[in-house]
């Protein structure tokens, strides 16, 4: 059977079949005036209304004193009148039929508590009528390629590719105004303001599935729903490079943090971790945006990160070079032939090298030669050609040489022609070529490394890691009591001694600690557990146990022992005389002598949940400030990115004749503290600091966990950014004949089986699934049937062993609509499966899966002629009916709540 593709709930907003300006006007100057005017020039191609009581027309567009007395359906609304009027005037628009609203007034919640007050009603009156609304106080809503122009900036947008979402409308403008001149169009320019209702994730839930959107750009300055934000950036990034920036990445003030980690890691910080694990790119300013603006639609699509770079300057191919080393740009090692190409065009006197430097009497032959050889380096993956003006290089030539020598080739070229007078000409001959060229090489080198690391980022957002990594499962009861009881307590500060307890129950390796009530005690418990011992406070407000002199290490006998314990307590009691002090820990003290002292912690984000933080340790550890952060749940692959980002990451191997760490160990306690994350929803924060590692594996010395109460989810990892692998789905199901049969959810390393999946069914069974006579799926169709969204779809398939492989013989997939509420489904079975009971037995698990999720209702597409598959749905409680696909396909429609 065939599964097709819903009209996107926001088709109204995007593509209007007819629009009311409410508050057009003719007044100059006015905004309303602005929002008429500009869809008159855009040529919009729908019916278009104004309204206003004042008015009868408006520049020969009919108006009306109200929403409900337009004689026609109104799909978008665009207001512009004072805030106080829009609450009652997206009440006249529900009642009207009006499926979607542009509100462009100011004076919400951006105005104070009576502006809020506004935007609540505003809100509360479209969920009431399903009326979704942009804004309020943004620009406005372009779609070019419609003649819809719902804005009030100056001038219009070409049509092109990009699609251009801001929260800011002054970004908008400022885009639009450049864009024009270089000949750089859009799919669509959004502009969200206060997005009191639609929000960044289902924009991008548009642009996804929007054929005429290539590129995706965002200007972030808050996200309000991060699991749909994030679910929605990692579907938009494995099938379009999506810009990221992201402004306020240094707030006034410092988050209240009980934690060594709370106090390091910045809310940009999870930020980043969320880029990375996405797959986008992140710029930091409005010039690289405009720069990776040029380049998209240009559509440079570097496929690796290898830059060559051709110059006739030694100064700045060394300044690009210098560029490259810190954004870890690596440059392109030439092949032997490259050197052999190059002989006959370049003196003898050239670099010999990358940066290839022609020297400052390069001609265009030169340039032509040099940057035809590079791209046909099977090592290099673009090339950036330099030129300064010289008294024996003509800009003009030079730039038609680069010009030609880039036709043909899949690999960009960036161009920087440097100085103004004597090479402006050129600029504009390559910006018309539709090479991206820039004044200085920083730019040019920020822009393809922008651009490379949406290759680069493709790679984590492949990982699908579980929520438990290691063969051995948890302790869960054990947590839970401790979580449970501390909870009940009204206590949200873990002591040493519980934290531990909770690592410990998800095997990491602990040093045992014993709370003690007295100087004698701590002797007693320092004996029995051996000298020399480590004695630190344990108070609950106490987080940095030395700055109140609260730490003893080394103690080496009992009377030792009994002296800490007082000198411990007093000096607390001194220095803290608030803090209620419970006793003083005693514990064996660690000695590795060849132990390197590390951190890992946890950080609850406001917006995004969950991040673990990996750096150096010890009592120093807010001064060298040395971490990495990345989002739950980790897998090898992204722990070993995220050790390699960090300084302490260079003193884990062989150093001054100390053996390397085991790594093998480091990371086992990182997914220990993944797994912690995904099943502790209540885990706030948490440092394990130091954490000592060395060549015999690792331990954690000291520990503090914080917790916080978790409200109800149906989704038990509904307090993650990322769905984990649902893991928990794996069955199996033994038919009546015939091997065993594993059913699980897909991973992105099943392309290949996936593939030869296809391949293998019949001509028929092909033909019913695609409704088309496809003889395997091409690159993007595996990527999307593959790397799917744990979140918001789900794909079983059921798999048999075959000499040793694991070999599929069915797949059944739903893939949730944007509105949130239904999903369609798909469903297929190897010919030699069928009519075995298999495709019952995934269909009750899928359905099952999406009930649980909260859907409403599952839809899908059959051919009339697939008999088979409208029996079997029939059996399942589907009803049919007619398809707007026409009599060839029935529309079949099961709900959930009645399966």
Partial sequence: MASLSERHYLTPLFEPASVAVIGATERAGAVGAVLIRNLLEAKYQGALFGVNPKHRSVHGVPCFNGIGKVPARVDLAVIATPAPTVPEIIEQCGKAGVRAAVVISAGFSEAGPTGAKLERALLENARRHRLRVVGPNCLGLMRPALGLNATFARGAALPGSLGLVAQSGAVCAAMLDWARPNGVGFSSVVSLGGSTDVDFGEIIDFLIADPATEHILLYIEGVRSARRFVSALRAAA??????????????????AAVSHTGAIVGLDDVFDAVVKRTGVVRVNTIGQMVAAAQALAAHVRPQGDRLAVVTNGGGPGVMAADRAADLGIPLAQLAPATFEALKPALPANWSHGNPLDLIGDADAKRYRAAVAACLADDGVDGVLAILTPQAMTAPDAAAQAVIEAAKGSSKPVLACWMGEEQTAAARRHLAQAHIPVFRTPDPAVEMFGHLSAFYRNQRALLQTPGPVAAPDAPDLATARAIVDAALAAHRSVLSEMESKALLAAFAIPIARTVVTRSAHEAMLVAG?????????????????????????????????????????????????PEARVNGVTVEPMVRRTHGRELMVGVIRD????????????????EVHRDRAVALPPLNRFLIA????GTRVAQLLGPFRRMPPVDRAALEEILLKVSEMVCELPELAEIDINPLIADDAGAIAVDARAVLRPAPPAR????????HPYPSHLVTTWRPAAGPEV????????????????????SA???????????????????VRFTQIDYDREMAFVATVSAEGREAEIGVARYVANPDGESCEFALVIADGWQRRGLGRRMMEQLVAVARARGLRAMVGHVLAENRGMLALCQKLGFGAGDSAEGPMVKRITLPLAEF
């Fill in 238 to 255: 494995r099938v379009k490079p999506v810009i990221v920036q992201k402004v306020g990445r240094h707030p006034e003030g410092s988050r």
């Fill in 528 to 576: 029995e557990i051996g000298f020399p011992v480590a004695m630190k406070i344990d108070a609950p407000e106490i987080t940095h146990k030395s700055d109140v002199n609260g730490v003893r290490l080394n103690i080496g006998n009992a009377h030792a022992a009994q002296q800490a314990w007082q000198d411990i307590v007093a000096e607390a009691a001194r220095l803290r």
């Fill in 606 to 621: 406001p917006v995004f949940g969950p991040a673990i933080v990996f750096g150096t340790g010890g009592t120093a550890v």
């Fill in 641 to 644: 990115d995220m050790i390699r």
């Fill in 715 to 722: 989704d038990r990892y509904g307090h993650m950014a990322i």
């Fill in 742 to 761: 594993t059913l699980r959810p897909i991973r992105p390393e099943d392309a290949e089986m996936e593939q030869a999946f296809v391949k293998s069914l």
């Fill in 764 to 782: 028929e069974t092909r033909y019913f699934r695609f409704m088309d006579t496809l003889r395997e799926l091409t690159p993007l169709m595996l």
